[in-house]
């Protein structure tokens, strides 16, 4: 089958991307995979998708030029003749690529990952034209189909790990903390997501200071357009030797080793794939109680309300070392299995029910 996957947005690592990148593991094992990206990719994922054969394509960002973005889309789905077009996003916007694709002998395939959009206002109006034209309906999780799709009929394809990915490492805790300048009688605090106000970051840095006095360290790691907003209220708040920002990590798996918690304070969220990766990982995990309570897999995660005093307690409760992590993993893996978020299983039924639409 010859696919063509459209990311709506940027292709960095956040949790859309890496969810494409995973289920693309497979996928291209068994179909012609091409992909059109939004303005940018991570050069590590240019480089896998371009050694399996795969072509790339970049049309310039969707959102500031869209009538070129349609105009060049449109082109290359005639000129390549593709049989299905899969678009991931978080909102109804996706009826660009729709459009795009209109009266061309081709199925449409929409994802849903999110449970809220930053364009309400744009999705409500382009919903009609959007659910009216799309094949088959994907989401991450049953609220993020309801929210995107509506009474529409839709199938769950959860954001499944390779969970062999995931293991504790004494040489990996030893050498990621010691990058980080983080000392043995201290406690390594992570938080891994968009600089944007889903992910809460102002929660986390009222967070840091309540700990100001205390032996714990916080490692940021993202992008996004608050990132410099953030640095400077860390800056403000005179807490750079409690909180450090870095850019995203390509080796989240191996951090992981040298984490002592991580934590999520999202004011929404679909499923994020951080969720599966850190219990994988063994790791204490805490998140805010607005998050799907399809994350509730092991004993690693604690759903808290948004109160500073309560994460607080969760981060003090904590030990400063990897003690049972290795038996911790092997029951966590074997929950995240019992769950369905395999992406060995996963990738199997999307690839039966894209067979299905074809014929």
Same mark, same amino acid.
């Given at each position: 089958m010859k696919i063509l996957i459209v990311n709506t947005v940027p292709f960095n690592r956040n949790g859309i991307s890496t969810v494409i990148m995973n289920y693309f593991n497979f996928l291209v094992m068994q179909n012609k995979i091409d992909f059109v990206i939004n303005d940018k990719i991570e050069d590590d994922y240019k480089q896998r998708i371009l050694k399996s054969g795969s072509k790339i394509y970049n049309f310039g960002n969707r959102n500031k030029n869209p009538i070129n973005y349609v105009n060049q889309l449109r082109k290359l789905l005639k000129r390549e003749q593709y049989e299905v077009i899969y678009v991931h996003g978080n909102s109804a916007t996706m009826a660009v690529e729709v459009f795009a694709a209109r009266k061309l002998q081709l199925k449409l395939v929409a994802h849903a990952h999110n449970v809220k959009t930053e364009h309400p206002a744009i999705n409500k109006i382009l919903k009609p034209y959007f659910l009216k034209h799309i094949d088959l309906a994907f989401a991450a999780s049953e609220q993020a189909g309801k929210f995107l799709f509506e009474s529409r009929k839709f199938e769950v394809i959860p954001n499944g790990i390779c969970l062999e990915d995931f293991y504790y490492s004494e040489e990996n805790r030893k050498k990621y903390r010691k990058k980080f300048d983080i000392t043995k009688d201290q406690k390594l605090i992570v938080q891994l997501g968009t600089f944007t106000e889903q992910k809460n970051y102002e929660f986390s840095i009222e967070l840091v200071n309540l700990l100001r006095e205390e032996k714990v360290h916080f490692l940021f790691f993202g992008e996004g357009k608050l990132k410099n907003k953030i640095?400077? %209220?860390i +800056?403000?708040?005179?807490?750079?030797?409690?909180?450090?920002? $870095?850019?995203? =990590?390509?080796?989240?798996?191996?951090?992981?080793?040298?984490?002592?918690?991580?934590?999520?304070?999202?004011?929404w969220e679909g499923l994020?794939?951080?969720?599966?990766?850190?219990?994988?990982?063994?790791?204490?995990?805490?998140?805010?109680? %607005?998050? +799907?309570?399809?994350?509730?897999?092991?004993?690693?995660?604690? $759903?808290?309300? =948004?109160?500073?005093?309560?994460?607080?307690?969760?981060?003090m409760s904590l030990e400063n070392r990897a003690a049972n992590r290795e038996d911790i993993i092997v029951e966590n893996k074997r929950l995240i299995r019992e769950a369905n978020f395999d992406i060995t299983k996963n990738a199997q039924n999307m690839m039966e029910m894209l067979k299905i639409l074809d014929n």
């Amino acid at each position: 089958m010859k696919i063509l996957i459209v990311n709506t947005v940027p292709f960095n690592r956040n949790g859309i991307s890496t969810v494409i990148m995973n289920y693309f593991n497979f996928l291209v094992m068994q179909n012609k995979i091409d992909f059109v990206i939004n303005d940018k990719i991570e050069d590590d994922y240019k480089q896998r998708i371009l050694k399996s054969g795969s072509k790339i394509y970049n049309f310039g960002n969707r959102n500031k030029n869209p009538i070129n973005y349609v105009n060049q889309l449109r082109k290359l789905l005639k000129r390549e003749q593709y049989e299905v077009i899969y678009v991931h996003g978080n909102s109804a916007t996706m009826a660009v690529e729709v459009f795009a694709a209109r009266k061309l002998q081709l199925k449409l395939v929409a994802h849903a990952h999110n449970v809220k959009t930053e364009h309400p206002a744009i999705n409500k109006i382009l919903k009609p034209y959007f659910l009216k034209h799309i094949d088959l309906a994907f989401a991450a999780s049953e609220q993020a189909g309801k929210f995107l799709f509506e009474s529409r009929k839709f199938e769950v394809i959860p954001n499944g790990i390779c969970l062999e990915d995931f293991y504790y490492s004494e040489e990996n805790r030893k050498k990621y903390r010691k990058k980080f300048d983080i000392t043995k009688d201290q406690k390594l605090i992570v938080q891994l997501g968009t600089f944007t106000e889903q992910k809460n970051y102002e929660f986390s840095i009222e967070l840091v200071n309540l700990l100001r006095e205390e032996k714990v360290h916080f490692l940021f790691f993202g992008e996004g357009k608050l990132k410099n907003k953030i640095e400077e %209220n860390i +800056n403000k708040k005179n807490l750079t030797q409690k909180v450090s920002c $870095f850019p995203p =990590l390509r080796e989240v798996n191996q951090l992981l080793s040298a984490a002592d918690g991580v934590i999520l304070p999202s004011l929404w969220e679909g499923l994020p794939l951080t969720g599966l990766e850190v219990q994988a990982a063994g790791v204490n995990f805490a998140v805010s109680n %607005n998050l +799907n309570r399809d994350l509730n897999i092991t004993n690693s995660i604690s $759903f808290l309300n =948004l109160d500073t005093n309560k994460w607080k307690e969760w981060v003090m409760s904590l030990e400063n070392r990897a003690a049972n992590r290795e038996d911790i993993i092997v029951e966590n893996k074997r929950l995240i299995r019992e769950a369905n978020f395999d992406i060995t299983k996963n990738a199997q039924n999307m690839m039966e029910m894209l067979k299905i639409l074809d014929n």
